[in-house]
């Protein structure tokens, strides 16, 4: 029974590892789309605090989805 168990982990963390990959390679089209219209609309000199964060350790700040922000309560 474990040893089942540890196959279906080992299953599950593939897939978990795809999606994340797959989730990365979709943040970071969205990341050239944001600066290639940021520089359309005259806003390449502007840096969001966001961006600064990503560029100084390469891990940024995780929005959630309204959804998830409606069900949070007040802050």
Known sequence: ELEQQVVDLEEENQKLLLE???LR???????VENQ???QRLGM???VTEEE????????????GSA???A???PV
């Open 52 to 63: 600064a964060e990503t560029k100084g350790n390469g891990v940024g700040p995780v929005a």
């Open 25 to 31: 390679e979709k943040t970071h089209g969205l990341v």
């Open 67 to 69: 959804e998830s922000a």
């Open 44 to 46: 390449d000199a502007l």
């Open 36 to 38: 290639e219209l940021r």
């Open 20 to 22: 994340n990959q797959l």
């Open 71 to 73: 069900g949070a309560g």
